[in-house]
């Protein structure tokens, strides 16, 4: 693995217990992001990958172990606002327009008015939504209030966007373009991105890795390297790699099923790039 | 690199609802709905006119005797209104809103006061768990106490050290604001603490201490519980003022007016229920002015709006 200081995120042994009902959520995870990636998160309900997410970017703490952010501890990187986040709902503030609420993380840090305003331009140009400043949260569609809250957390140029099931509550077509648009927002802002899904479809389309989680304990089943030519298109789903990457990732899905029974020494499972 | 978004049929336009502009549409409605509350008024009134028509031909007793002393015509309670108040006097009409202007003032200064000191107790108390649990019993109790039970000692400890042009009604406000804070404490406690709980990680991954989740998520996030709280206070506070009026000695307001024709009540019962009707006009002028000032600052969905 390599060293901690370059990596975007840096995992170590890390668990997470819950009090109420003596649950382990995570159990002793590794984990290295490189500064760029693309990795998603996916496992069954209950695997911990939520947690997980939440925990690299400080909003809950480990039970054991350590996260480091670009090289700091996480609670340093929140304090820095190292990351943005985008949650399955767009989480939006009904009261602030979508200028306004793009604008929020720029109030938060403190930016002076003009300086806000030509963000917030430039990240309705991102999320093509210029022509919305002026309405509230409630007059967009599902997949509009998600792109605002792209725009959000990605308004402050942060080098990490942490993504919590963005598309989750959203319809199938909306979810395809929503993921285009991402990649395309990925490959122009260079930013790494933590990506928790539900669907394997997902998380082979976007990711240059997608790390399979098991249920109770959270573990790492497997990681797969998606070998896909990038700029990814529409065209991507038809690639023959892609059909293959689905059933790998599927294949760590079921082993993860069968790791519901407690083994002790299970050492996560690498696919290699070339192994296909 | 491919905008695959453009090649789909369903242009963002298409998408969004169209933009509602709310003050200028919002009128038809609030005349429509007001045109309504009229004719409302008008079936009461109606109601009120049969029911002692016909309780006066079947001579009811039950549950009261039905005559022109309990139950007076509307149109003489409010013929009453443009008649002189004393022989050679001005209108009673005249009379009373010069006491309504009065008992409006207190009530604005009690209301404003009562609210204020409410929203700042709510914030204090959503800060702190052991402060609510220490506190929020001796506010409840606090309004269990009967507002006359409580107005003289107000009046002693108050008035004195107010300058002396508004000793008088100053303490009559502080009197309404004590009936004013509570509804405003407990119902923006409640919407303080209904922030979504991702939008306060939200606002921690913005490095936003206490100070700005409260300023920028859970007050914004309260304003639709406040506003409910202070719809119900507005008219409180009315009421307030007219009860504080009453210890406290003041002539001028309309705790005056009705203690006055409350002694005349038997020789001319219409001209309290004027008194009443101008009162009860009263209370709904400052509801309305509290539901126009939502309408203006309050933004939500419109399924959100209380």
Same mark, same amino acid.
């Given at each position: 693995?390599?060293?901690?200081?370059?990596?975007?995120?840096?995992?170590?042994?890390?668990?997470?217990?819950?009090?109420?009902?003596? *649950?382990?959520?995570?159990?002793?995870?590794?984990?290295?992001?490189?500064?760029?990636?693309?990795?998603?998160?996916? /496992?069954?309900?209950?695997?911990?990958?939520?947690?997980?997410?939440?925990?690299?970017?400080?909003?809950?703490?480990?039970?054991?172990?350590?996260?480091?952010?670009?090289?700091?501890?996480?609670?340093?990187?929140?304090?820095?606002?190292?990351?943005?986040?985008?949650?399955?709902?767009?989480?939006?503030?009904?009261?602030?327009?979508?200028?306004?609420?793009?604008?929020?993380?720029?109030?938060?840090?403190?930016?002076?008015?003009?300086?806000?305003?030509?963000?917030?331009?430039?990240?309705?140009? &991102?999320?093509?939504?210029?022509?919305?400043?002026?309405?509230?949260?409630?007059?967009?569609?599902?997949?509009?209030?998600?792109?605002?809250?792209?725009?959000?957390?990605? =308004?402050? =140029?942060?080098?990490?966007?942490?993504?919590?099931?963005?598309?989750?509550?959203?319809?199938?077509?909306?979810?395809?373009?929503?993921?285009?648009?991402?990649?395309?927002?990925?490959?122009?802002?260079?930013?790494? *991105?933590?990506?928790?899904?539900?669907?394997?479809?997902?998380?082979?389309?976007?990711?240059?890795?997608?790390?399979?989680?098991?249920?109770?304990? /959270?573990?790492?089943?497997?990681?797969?390297?998606?070998?896909? $030519?990038?700029?990814? #298109?529409?065209?991507?789903?038809?690639?023959?790699?892609?059909?293959?990457?689905?059933?790998?990732?599927?294949?760590?899905?079921?082993?993860?099923?069968?790791?519901?029974?407690?083994?002790?020494?299970?050492?996560?499972?690498?696919?290699?790039?070339?192994?296909? | 690199?491919?905008?695959?978004?453009?090649?789909?049929?369903? #242009?963002?336009?298409?998408?969004?609802?169209?933009?509602?502009?709310?003050?200028?549409?919002?009128?038809?409605?609030?005349?429509?709905?007001?045109?309504?509350?009229?004719?409302? &008024?008008?079936?009461?009134?109606?109601?009120?006119?049969?029911?002692?028509?016909? !309780?006066?031909?079947?001579?009811?007793?039950? $549950?009261?005797?039905?005559? !022109?002393?309990?139950?007076?015509?509307?149109?003489?309670?409010?013929?009453?209104?443009?008649?002189?108040?004393?022989?050679?006097?001005?209108?009673?009409?005249?009379?009373?809103?010069?006491?309504?202007?009065?008992?409006?003032?207190?009530?604005?200064?009690?209301?404003?006061?009562?609210?204020?000191? /409410?929203?700042?107790?709510?914030?204090?108390?959503?800060?702190?768990?052991?402060?609510?649990?220490?506190?929020?019993?001796?506010?409840?109790?606090?309004?269990?106490?009967?507002?006359?039970?409580?107005?003289?000692?107000?009046?002693?400890?108050?008035?004195?050290?107010?300058?002396?042009?508004?000793?008088?009604?100053?303490?009559?406000?502080?009197?309404?604001?004590?009936?004013?804070?509570?509804?405003?404490?407990?119902?923006?406690?409640?919407?303080?603490?209904?922030?979504?709980?991702?939008?306060?990680?939200?606002?921690?991954?913005?490095?936003?201490?206490?100070?700005?989740?409260?300023?920028?998520?859970?007050?914004?996030? #309260?304003?639709?519980?406040?506003?409910?709280?202070?719809?119900?206070?507005?008219?409180?506070?009315?009421?307030?003022?007219?009860?504080?009026?009453? $210890?406290?000695?003041?002539?001028? /307001?309309?705790?005056?007016?009705?203690?006055?024709?409350?002694?005349?009540?038997?020789?001319?019962?219409?001209?309290?229920?004027?008194?009443?009707?101008?009162?009860?006009?009263?209370?709904?002028?400052?509801?309305?002015?509290?539901?126009?000032?939502?309408?203006?600052?309050?933004?939500?969905?419109?399924?959100?709006?209380?």
């Amino acid at each position: 693995m390599s060293t901690t200081a370059s990596s975007a995120v840096s995992v170590t042994d890390l668990s997470k217990r819950f009090e109420r009902g003596d *649950v382990l959520a995570l159990d002793r995870i590794d984990l290295e992001v490189q500064p760029g990636e693309f990795v998603s998160l996916i /496992g069954p309900s209950g695997c911990g990958k939520s947690t997980l997410l939440r925990i690299i970017g400080d909003l809950i703490r480990p039970s054991e172990g350590d996260v480091l952010v670009n090289g700091k501890s996480a609670h340093q990187a929140r304090l820095d606002r190292d990351y943005g986040i985008v949650f399955q709902d767009a989480v939006l503030y009904d009261w602030r327009t979508v200028v306004k609420n793009i604008a929020l993380p720029l109030e938060m840090a403190g930016w002076d008015k003009q300086r806000r305003e030509a963000r917030v331009r430039e990240m309705l140009e &991102l999320v093509e939504l210029s022509g919305f400043e002026k309405h509230h949260p409630w007059q967009l569609s599902g997949g509009m209030q998600q792109r605002v809250s792209i725009a959000r957390a990605l =308004s402050f =140029s942060p080098a990490l966007l942490l993504m919590d099931e963005p598309f989750g509550a959203l319809d199938e077509m909306t979810r395809e373009r929503m993921n285009n648009e991402l990649l395309r927002i990925w490959q122009e802002t260079r930013s790494t *991105v933590v990506f928790v899904t539900h669907s394997i479809a997902e998380s082979v389309f976007l990711s240059t890795r997608v790390v399979v989680m098991s249920a109770r304990p /959270g573990r790492i089943a497997g990681i797969v390297e998606i070998d896909l $030519p990038q700029p990814r #298109s529409p065209e991507t789903r038809e690639h023959p790699r892609f059909a293959e990457h689905i059933t790998q990732v599927r294949r760590l899905l079921r082993k993860g099923h069968a790791l519901d029974a407690p083994e002790e020494d299970e050492t996560p499972l690498y696919v290699a790039e070339e192994g296909l | 690199m491919g905008r695959v978004w453009y090649e789909l049929p369903m #242009s963002t336009a298409a998408v969004a609802r169209p933009v509602v502009e709310p003050r200028r549409d919002a009128l038809r409605p609030a005349l429509r709905s007001a045109g309504f509350s009229l004719l409302v &008024l008008a079936v009461l009134c109606v109601l009120w006119e049969a029911y002692k028509w016909l !309780g006066e031909r079947l001579e009811l007793t039950r $549950p009261f005797p039905v005559n !022109g002393r309990t139950m007076p015509h509307v149109y003489d309670m409010v013929g009453q209104l443009f008649e002189p108040s004393r022989r050679n006097g001005p209108l009673l009409i005249d009379v009373l809103l010069d006491a309504a202007v009065f008992t409006a003032r207190e009530a604005a200064a009690g209301f404003v006061l009562g609210a204020a000191f /409410g929203f700042a107790i709510a914030v204090v108390l959503s800060e702190s768990r052991l402060l609510q649990r220490g506190f929020l019993p001796y506010i409840v109790a606090s309004q269990t106490i009967p507002i006359l039970a409580i107005a003289p000692m107000v009046v002693i400890w108050v008035s004195p050290k107010l300058p002396e042009s508004i000793a008088g009604w100053g303490a009559v406000a502080v009197i309404s604001a004590y009936l004013t804070f509570f509804p405003v404490t407990i119902n923006t406690l409640r919407g303080l603490q209904s922030a979504d709980p991702r939008a306060v990680e939200l606002m921690r991954s913005y490095a936003a201490a206490r100070w700005g989740i409260l300023w920028k998520l859970r007050v914004p996030a #309260s304003f639709p519980y406040l506003f409910t709280a202070l719809k119900i206070a507005a008219p409180a506070a009315v009421v307030g003022a007219i009860i504080g009026e009453l $210890p406290s000695s003041i002539q001028d /307001g309309l705790a005056g007016a009705i203690l006055n024709f409350n002694q005349y009540y038997i020789t001319s019962p219409e001209s309290l229920w004027a008194t009443n009707i101008v009162a009860a006009a009263l209370g709904i002028l400052f509801f309305v002015v509290i539901a126009g000032a939502e309408r203006l600052l309050v933004r939500r969905a419109p399924e959100n709006v209380a």
